[in-house]
């Protein structure tokens, strides 16, 4: 396993093993933020009265490098995205650069990637 697979990228966050957060117009997208914070603030918009226990843990390139590769889609917040786009590149993947400008000008928040 190389260097780059063990960045960390950002935070996911699960309610159960069936259950991880997801965003998006599919609503299959799973949720990279790039804190703890970022993520806890947007468990607070999506569950106003704490009644889900979450659980937030790390996420890294390899990880979602093989998410990817299995068909899984991932929203990036900015954050994590600045942090995921270099590495996936590197990796020879075909992936876009985000403007995220562009994209809350139109009340998009997240910038959603999948393998095709």
């Not at 947007?42 to 093989?66: A, C, P, V, W």
């Amino acid at each position: 396993m190389n260097e780059r697979s063990h960045k960390v990228i950002g935070y996911f966050a699960y309610a159960s093993n069936r259950e991880v957060i997801c965003t998006g117009q599919s609503r299959k997208a799973c949720l990279i933020s790039g804190s703890d914070i970022a993520m806890r603030n947007f468990l607070k918009e999506i569950d106003h009265n704490g009644l889900m226990k979450h659980t937030i843990k790390k996420t890294r390139f390899g990880e979602i490098l093989r998410g990817l590769k299995l068909g899984a889609e991932y929203a990036f917040d900015e954050v994590s995205y600045e942090r995921f786009y270099p590495l996936a590149r590197e990796e020879k993947l075909a992936v876009s650069k985000a403007d995220f400008n562009e994209m809350k000008s139109k009340g998009f928040r997240f910038f959603t990637v999948q393998l095709i």
